[in-house]
């Protein structure tokens, strides 16, 4: 079966540095998606992964192992509106999103 | 309109009622996806379709159909509601059907008593 695995819940300090881990099998491979959801909103798209490396964009990072089924999301100089659940997404050899169930990220002061 | 819209914001149902969840985008996208959001999942795909005239079922599409009469409108309706189809439904749309992002409307959250 088709399987994306990440941490339930994750707790950061404003002004701190978070990484997110983002495990997958998958069915075919064909690129790697990065939302951001916050509570009672719809999910917004913040980064893509295709090939291995690491992709920044401003204050936040997403990397991507292939070999490894891996990925990450990291987020700088973390901002109380920082809290939100991440959603990780792997795109199958049906070009179908697989989702993750999210990582819902606490921000405390 | 901007992006894309569903209609109703929510709704509470009795059980055995059907129920149409409307989604419109205006930004000529030729793919479009309605997804279900439980608490503790990730988001499951039921419906969507590649492009104006044709859909296909998604991981989760029983008591569901969905219609694609034309590029902006992919309305899901359910004919008859359960208590398990309670949930948060999403429209989202992207150009194509293969790699392109994907842009979600607000959601309808549908309660079935």
């Known amino acids: 079966g088709q399987n994306i695995d990440q941490p339930t819940e994750m707790t950061a300090t404003e002004g701190a540095i978070v990484q997110i881990n983002c495990t997958y099998q998958t069915s075919g491979f064909n690129g790697l998606f990065w939302y951001q959801q916050h509570a009672g909103e719809a999910p917004t798209f913040l980064s893509y992964?295709?090939l291995d490396g690491l992709e920044e964009k401003g204050r936040f990072s997403s990397f991507l192992s292939r070999s490894k089924g891996y990925s990450y999301l990291l987020l700088k100089e973390l901002q109380m509106k920082d809290s939100a659940s991440y959603l990780c997404?792997?795109?199958?050899?049906?070009?179908?999103?697989?989702w993750g169930a999210g990582t819902k990220l606490i921000i405390k002061p | 309109i901007a992006g894309i819209t569903q209609a109703p914001t929510s709704q509470i149902l009795a059980a055995g009622r059907r129920m149409t969840l409307r989604c419109t985008q205006d930004m000529r996208h030729n793919a479009m996806y309605w997804y279900r959001q439980d608490l503790g999942l990730g988001l499951r795909l039921i419906h969507y379709s590649n492009t104006a005239g044709t859909t296909g079922k998604g991981e989760v599409p029983d008591g569901y159909s969905v219609s694609r009469a034309n590029t902006d409108d992919f309305p899901l309706t359910l004919a008859s509601a359960v208590p398990s189809q309670t949930s948060v439904y999403f429209c989202?749309?992207?150009?194509?059907?293969?790699?392109?992002?994907?842009?979600f409307g607000p959601g309808t959250r549908l309660t079935v008593l």
């Open positions: 997404a792997v795109t199958d050899s049906n070009y179908q999103l697989i």
């Open positions: 992964n295709v």
């Open positions: 989202a749309s992207s150009l194509t059907v293969s790699t392109d992002t994907q842009y």
